[in-house]
């Protein structure tokens, strides 16, 4: 039996009748069509699947998307707006933090969270936090580089409003 749930996904309300057991990942990819969530793993150890849920990072492999009725969910496709890259999306650009690209969608959102949290966090700080975030790529260099290039932008006047 269906249950209809409404989420916001990246600012817009969805009211959609889903199966109890649907897994938020395949929700957001299968329903929504936003496919920039990866499935990596399905047991919560890659992190691929990472979006924020009330803006706290959750990996949508295992949450059942019943369990976000009534939530706001952000996805890698809500990070940019009107047309420009958010600064963390940019600094992924700038530091060469992409690499092949599957890990970093949760990458982003988890180093989101994190600046969101701490505007000004020490290396070791993003590392930590990306710590639930794998990279298969052996790079994570550049993704720390990335974060903190993001960080420094965030925290210029300009980009406050983000």
């Not at 249950?3 to 817009?12: C, H, K, L, Q, S």
């Not at 009330?54 to 047309?83: H, M, N, W, Y």
């Not at 992409?98 to 988890?110: A, K, N, V, Y």
């Amino acid at each position: 039996m269906e249950r209809t749930i409404t989420v916001t996904v990246n600012g817009v309300s969805h009211t959609v009748a889903v199966e109890p057991r649907l897994l938020l990942v395949h929700f957001l990819r299968e329903v929504l069509n936003l496919t920039g969530t990866h499935i990596g793993c399905d047991t919560t150890s890659c992190g691929a699947c990472t979006v924020l849920l009330d803006g706290l990072p959750v990996k949508s492999c295992t949450f059942f998307a019943v369990q976000a009725d009534g939530r706001s969910i952000t996805t890698v496709e809500g990070l940019a707006r009107d047309g420009e890259l958010h600064p963390i999306q940019q600094g992924f650009k700038e530091e060469h933090g992409l690499q092949c690209g599957f890990c970093t969608p949760g990458m982003m959102l988890t180093a989101k969270a994190l600046l969101e949290e701490n505007p000004d966090p020490t290396e070791e700080q993003i590392r930590w936090a990306i710590s639930g975030n794998l990279c298969r790529c052996t790079g994570y260099q550049n993704i720390v580089k990335a974060i903190q290039w993001a960080a420094r932008r965030l925290r210029e006047p300009a980009a406050a409003g983000r």
